[in-house]
């Protein structure tokens, strides 16, 4: 099952706490219940729903001086074939200025353009 399909199964509070996750780049769990307004139990199993979906990652750690854990959201594959054409790279990528009349454009262009769907 794929990341969006996971994702679209989610509640409205797993939803909710995985954007908070993802936009704060990672949050100690007693925050995180604290930030969605919901109670710390609530919080604890939301945030071991998304554990188990493979969205975030929860490492134990001491915070305030107390035992928590640490959520972050989980790496992403990354989906690079929209910058290939064939095995070639887009020239796009890494250029601040692109040629547009320039070889490597061209030829990326026709890989793209005899690709195989």
Same mark, same amino acid.
């Given at each position: 099952?794929?990341?969006?399909?996971?994702? #679209?199964? /989610?509640? $409205?509070?797993? !939803?909710?706490? /995985?954007?908070?996750?993802?936009?704060?780049?990672?949050?100690?769990?007693?925050?995180?219940?604290?930030?969605?307004?919901?109670?710390?139990?609530?919080?604890?199993?939301?945030?071991?729903? &998304?554990?188990?979906?493979?969205?975030?990652?929860?490492?134990? *750690?001491?915070?305030?001086?107390?035992? *928590?854990?640490? &959520?972050? @959201?989980? @790496? !992403?594959?990354?989906?690079?074939?929209? /910058?290939?054409?064939?095995?070639?790279?887009?020239?796009?990528?890494?250029?601040?200025?692109?040629?547009?009349? $320039?070889? $490597?454009? #061209?030829?990326?262009?026709?890989?793209?353009?005899?690709?195989?769907?």
């Amino acid at each position: 099952m794929s990341a969006s399909e996971i994702e #679209s199964d /989610l509640s $409205a509070d797993e !939803r909710a706490g /995985l954007e908070l996750i993802r936009e704060t780049g990672g949050i100690h769990q007693s925050d995180f219940w604290k930030n969605l307004d919901v109670s710390s139990r609530k919080g604890s199993r939301i945030a071991e729903a &998304l554990e188990e979906s493979g969205l975030i990652q929860r490492e134990d *750690t001491v915070y305030d001086g107390h035992n *928590t854990y640490y &959520l972050e @959201p989980a @790496p !992403r594959d990354l989906d690079f074939s929209l /910058l290939m054409a064939d095995d070639m790279l887009s020239p796009f990528i890494g250029e601040e200025e692109v040629d547009a009349q $320039a070889d $490597a454009f #061209s030829q990326w262009m026709m890989n793209l353009a005899y690709e195989d769907y």
